[in-house]
T-cell receptor
């Protein structure tokens, strides 16, 4: 069966520090991969999606970037965090169907 | 431009009664619609979906209705149980756009025992 792992679960980082969140998927090949963010009290906003290794599409302009160095690995990064980057970050994958399956999320607090 | 909207931020219902959650969309190119359930500090879990070629899909206590002409879908939960208390998100996707999900803002459901 397919599983998705996302870490860390919580993270507190100072303004201006770098960020690296990692997500891996097991049990499937060539998944579509997604990074979403949920700001406090709001819905889920798509940040990046990838249909293959090295293929990244950005949905909104922002201080973040994404990379897919391996088929089942998706990384969310920032060189310098802003206060507005605080939120709940979710990695997700989808296969042939339209359902996306989510990781447990990372609560990022920028202080 | 919010393409998927859930106009009710919260809903309170008595245990055993029906919960009805509503969702509206504006993009007529959406061809697949989904409902997710989310607990605090966890990722959303998939509940039920419906293709645009159907108007109803049922799975146990959950039924999703789609009205394409009104660009409206709803989720019925019956009977509601205390464990159903969570935030529910509707989402829509367009196959031609890579099946990316566009989410509504969520509805917080509280089921009172």
């Amino acid at each position: 069966s397919q599983t998705i792992h996302q870490w860390p679960a919580t993270l507190v980082q100072p303004v201006g520090s770098p960020l690296s969140l990692e997500c891996t998927v097991e049990g499937t090949s060539n998944p579509n991969l997604y990074w979403y963010r949920q700001a406090a009290g709001r819905g889920l906003q798509l940040l990046f999606y990838s249909v293959g290794i090295g293929q990244i599409s950005s949905e909104v302009p922002q201080n973040l970037s994404a990379s897919r160095p391996q088929d089942r690995q998706f990384i969310l990064s920032s060189k310098k965090l802003l206060l507005s980057d605080s939120g709940f970050y979710l990695c997700a994958w989808s296969g042939w169907g339209s359902e996306a399956f989510f990781g447990q999320g990372t609560r990022l607090t920028v202080v | 431009d919010q393409q998927v909207k859930q106009n009710s931020p919260s809903l309170s219902v008595q245990e055993g009664r029906i919960s009805i959650l509503n969702c509206d969309y504006t993009n007529s190119m959406f061809d697949y619609f989904l409902w997710y359930k989310k607990y605090p500090a966890e990722g959303p879990t998939f509940l039920i979906s419906i293709s645009s070629i159907k108007d109803k899909n049922e799975d146990g206590r959950f039924t999703v209705f789609l009205n394409k002409s009104a660009k409206h879908l709803s989720l019925h939960i019956v009977p509601s149980q205390p464990g159903d208390s969570a935030v529910y998100f509707c989402a829509a996707s367009e196959k031609a756009a890579g099946n990316k999900l566009t989410f509504g803002g969520g509805t917080r459901v509280l089921v009172k025992p």
